[in-house]
């Protein structure tokens, strides 16, 4: 399933996700957000091990879809585009396997937010990022003073949202937005290396460490926190004694607590 700007192919254990709308250096327009969600769904169910994201062209993405908002109600980007930014974004950064941003050309605004969401940022060397929202006179939205500054710190989401810095890839780099920087050209062929290295490992266990370092990181912590108490309590004889009585219509009879 892929929407026509939104491409997934899962192939070999991994999910290559790539954004095209090139002529538009990717910027993201409603529709792209919508699709997301359920792309993220069918990652998640799918057998893929590790996530790769991308842009086509020479972008990866020049952010929200500027030239959409003039026409727009103040409850139009409140309850519609806000909303459901953050349902897609959230979507994508919640993803059970790791996730690998490949930051092909300009990350900006929206488009940082978006590779915010990623575990690991591979940046071509040409790459600029940065927040430009402000200049627009608008916020960074999607997350970009929440989980921007959760994942890269509070003084450089400042340096890049109030002071309008836009960092080369190479500083970006050093200021640990990125992880690692290659040719320009060579962003995927970095992030399949990569790939490989995540597939020998143990998924399951990566997928649980993921969810921890999310929970840490201030990403998800409810659902973490019940998803990891659900499964163990039902691993339990308790679940399936509840469930026989229930059947049964009659008083469970739990095991005694250890
Ligand atoms: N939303 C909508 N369209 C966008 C866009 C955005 N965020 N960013 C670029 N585009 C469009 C341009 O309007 C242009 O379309 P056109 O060919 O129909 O005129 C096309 O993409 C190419 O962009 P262009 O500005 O001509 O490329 P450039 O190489 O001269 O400049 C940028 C590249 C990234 C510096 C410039 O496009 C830019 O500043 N974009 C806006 C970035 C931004 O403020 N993002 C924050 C939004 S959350």
């Known amino acids: 399933m892929s929407d026509a700007r939104l491409d997934l192919v899962i192939d070999g254990g991994i999910a290559r996700l790539t954004l095209r709308r090139a002529d538009k250096l990717n910027a993201l327009d409603a529709e792209m957000v919508d699709a997301l ?18 842009g086509e062209g020479r972008a990866f993405s020049a952010g929200g879809d500027i030239a959409a908002w003039s026409g727009w109600s103040a409850e139009d980007f409140g309850r519609h585009w806000v909303r459901d930014g953050h349902a897609a974004f959230d979507a994508l950064a919640r993803l059970s396997q790791p996730v690998i941003a490949v930051l092909n050309g300009h990350a900006l605004g929206g488009g940082l937010e978006l590779a915010a969401c ?55 780099l050093t200021l640990g937005i990125v992880d690692q920087v290659v040719a320009a050209g060579g962003g995927l062929a970095a992030a399949e290396t990569v790939a490989e290295r995540v597939m020998e490992r143990g998924a ?55």
């Open 118 to 172: 990623a575990d690991l940022r591979i940046a071509e060397a040409h790459v600029r990022i940065g927040q430009p929202e402000a200049g627009l006179g608008i916020i960074p939205g999607w997350s970009g003073t929440q989980r921007a500054v959760r994942r890269f710190g509070a003084q450089l989401v400042r340096r890049m949202a109030l002071f309008g810095e836009v960092f080369t890839a190479e500083q970006a």
């Open 204 to 258: 399951r266990a990566s997928e649980l460490t993921k969810m921890l370092i999310n929970a840490a990181d201030g990403e998800d912590r409810e659902r973490v926190l019940e998803s990891l108490a659900g499964a163990l309590v039902a691993g339990s004889p308790d679940l399936a004694e509840g469930l026989a009585a229930f059947r049964e219509k009659r008083k469970p009879r739990f095991s005694e607590k250890d």
């Open 37 to 54: 969600v359920p792309l993220c769904r069918q990652i998640e169910r799918s057998q893929a091990q590790v996530v790769i994201l991308t």
